[in-house]
């Protein structure tokens, strides 16, 4: 009896700490376009402490789709919100830029929601393929944690001082 | 075929299994989920690796054969003469990402000084004399230069390929182990409770009914 609480207590524990895996890697705070084309190793921290490194050449490859002020309003990674259960994802946008870089990557005008741009499987493989490291996930729809309109009033820590404005 | 958990038959650890399931189908989702998105990118990453493996394959021949013809004009020894001019020192920048929770490498060459200059058409060697050698030199070190490019986008492609791999075997085993195992025996033991509550509220009922008709 003693034994299967404990195997009952670490299954619980293991359930617990994947849902806290998924999301360990968003970053703390996004850094905008311009500001890591500077940098000679561009990265941002994550919040289990990595770094999420990006690749000069697709940074290069975002300068050349903005001009220099959308280039300081574009904040990276972009993050792409995965709707549980659903074969669609939601990149969460709040200034728009974003729509302007994933509509050319996709050659498609994009469905606008609330919370962000919608696009569906399909366009999320073509769009990974470009942009590889300057786009993460975000998994949110089945946590007990926050949704992402949750998320955006909480301080700072996910999406610096830029928020999605719901 | 689900098994029972042994639990004290109360309403207290009702609620808890309850809870766990729950928390387990929620669990099953996020899972999944993960799972199609790992796919995806191990799909993704296994077409680009198969598209770089080719283009490495036909540059090598492209190099090569430039090569064969700047050896076979100006010979091996002045040609190695040439070569040993333009050695340069690579720097590979590496990094990591992270993809729905697998932590990959990122590999790219850094050319501080750039092993070929653009002139023309084609790229000119870096260090070698321009009146000396032929465009055949420069299209076989243009033609390297690329292969190198390749090779290390293809190194970062193979271990990323084996990192997804690893990670979605281990996936597959915790949604199986979900779906078939542990909500199976979760939903198994709720219902063998709930049976017990309400068959021991069925006694209860009948005891009562039959302590009335003594009593009457």
């Given amino acids: ?166 | 075929m689900p098994q029972l958990i042994r639990v004290r038959p109360t309403k207290i650890e009702l609620i808890r299994l309850k809870r766990r399931r729950a928390l387990a189908k929620r669990v099953q989702k996020i899972v999944k989920d993960r799972l199609a998105i790992l796919t995806m990118e191990f799909l993704q990453v296994a077409r680009e690796n198969v598209v770089k493996k080719r283009s490495l394959i036909e540059e090598f021949v492209r190099a090569y054969r430039s090569q064969i013809v700047a050896a076979g004009y100006h010979g091996y020894i002045a040609l190695e003469k040439e070569f040993a001019a333009s050695e340069a020192d690579l720097r590979i920048a590496t990094g990591s990402r992270n993809v729905a929770g697998v932590r990959m490498p990122v590999f790219e060459l850094k050319e501080d000084k750039p092993l070929t200059e653009f002139r023309g058409k084609a790229g000119v060697l870096v260090g070698v004399s321009l009146i000396d050698t032929s465009s055949a030199v420069d299209q076989a070190a243009e033609s390297f230069r690329k292969c190198l490019e390749i090779i290390i986008e293809m190194a970062e492609l193979q271990r990323n390929l084996e990192l997804l791999g690893m990670e979605i075997k281990r996936a597959k085993r915790v949604s199986n182990a979900l779906e078939y195992v542990v909500i199976p025996n979760l939903q198994v033991t709720i219902k063998y409770l709930v049976m017990k509550f309400e068959e021991r509220a069925r006694e209860e009922k009948s005891r009562l009914k039959r302590v009335k008709v003594l009593l009457q």
Avoid: W
């Fill in chain 1, 1 to 166: 009896m003693a034994e299967e609480m404990l195997y009952e207590k670490t299954l619980q524990q293991y359930l617990s700490d994947e849902l806290k895996l998924v999301n360990a890697h968003l970053p703390r705070q996004r850094k905008s376009l311009s500001a890591l084309l500077d940098e000679e190793y561009p990265h941002v921290k994550c919040s289990d402490g990595g770094v999420q490194s990006f690749k000069k050449k697709e940074l290069a490859y975002l300068a050349t789709l903005l001009n220099e002020e959308e280039c300081q309003r574009l904040m990276l990674p972009m993050l792409i919100e995965v709707l549980s259960g659903q074969g669609e994802s939601i990149v969460l946008s709040s200034v728009g830029v974003e729509e302007k870089v994933i509509s050319h990557i996709l050659e498609m005008p994009l469905v606008r929601t609330e919370r962000g741009l919608r696009i569906y499987r399909p366009q999320l493989s073509a769009l990974r393929q470009v942009l590889r490291t300057t786009t993460q996930y975000v998994f949110l729809a089945v946590l007990g944690v926050p949704r992402s309109e949750d998320m955006v009033k909480r301080p700072v820590s996910l999406f610096g001082e830029e928020r999605v404005k719901v």
